[in-house]
């Protein structure tokens, strides 16, 4: 049996309500469930939504029921493949610092994190502002210090 050229412990997901984020979120479990790893996904927030949070027009316990759809979705993902599973959620934007990029805070998130994988969703851009992740693969793919995967 040869020794596997990569250990893993903690692969990073970054998920929204796009079809393409659940699919990177079933390949980050299928690859943690091989390396023995566990998965986080971290829900990012859009900048239309924060800016609707930030102005008071949208609930942010609307925005949270919302994104605990998608996180528990991933959870159900995991659960099935007995992976360990945990979420977060993140402001993709921000009115006060120009330096917020949905990409940015996916890397943020790992270096916290320490995480040794990333699984990012490659995304057809689309106007649903519930779809944020498209912004971010790209950006990932360029800075990531850890090996991203894009699908």
Known sequence: MSARPLSLDLILVPVDQSDEATRAAEYAVAIAA???????????????VVRAIDQGVVDEDAVAAEGKVVTDTVTEIADEAGVSMTTSVAYGFSTTSKLLHPGSVVLDTAEELASDFIVVPREPVTSDPGEILAKAAEYVLLYASQPVLSV
């Open 34 to 48: 091989e390396y023995g790893a566990r998965v986080h996904a971290v829900h990012v927030l859009s900048e239309d």
